[in-house]
């Protein structure tokens, strides 16, 4: 997944520019917020093995999504969800296979320094990158995420995750400079560019139906 922060964000932008209930944002998280309850992401986001240059790679399937909430189209949580699926998809295609190679099941290459690192060590750094993102988006765009967290946990009080909320959508103790091992400001700014774009594009489809 991308960070917390990041989904947040780029859905706030949506839910502006379609003029969206604050349901549309909760949905956005609950994905993550369930996957962390449950240790399950391959249900969660859907996941699906596909084949790409002679690899295979794990992506959330949109079509198996689309086809299993079809009746559920015009709620906004569920159009949410929709939106963080085709949000991770974007960043494991485009993003993610930028950073680093897999060459084996152990051990990734990374194609800033071509250095050879383990699972764990990739896991490590993209994991404090993400850290360093979200306080960066954070702070660069004045977000209070405490009044967010409390709004939605009112959307999503049915799924009885208000401490899974309570633990992991908070505000990161200390800003730090966007100097990470891997995520970019114009990496950053072209993956929220892009997401942003695509997220509209599927959810004016999908209510214009």
Known sequence: M?????????????????????????????????KIMTKNRDETHYIKEYKCEGKLVRLPDLERFLSENKDKLQDEITL???????????????????????????NILYTSDNTIHNTEEFRKDIYSDYINVDSYIIEKNNIDIDKVRLDLKKELNVYKIDKVMDENLVTPSKFVELKN???????????????????KKELIRILGE
């Open 2 to 34: 991308s960070s917390i922060i990041m989904h947040l964000y780029i859905s706030q932008i949506v839910q502006k520019e379609l003029n969206l209930s604050n349901k549309f944002l909760a949905g956005s998280i609950l994905p993550d917020m369930i």
């Open 80 to 106: 949410g969800y929709y939106a963080h699926l085709i949000e991770d998809r974007i960043w494991f295609d485009a993003y993610i296979g930028s950073f680093a190679k897999c060459i084996n099941k152990d």
């Open 181 to 199: 091992n891997f995520i970019s400001s114009s990496c950053l700014n072209s993956y929220i560019d892009e997401s942003v774009e695509k997220v």
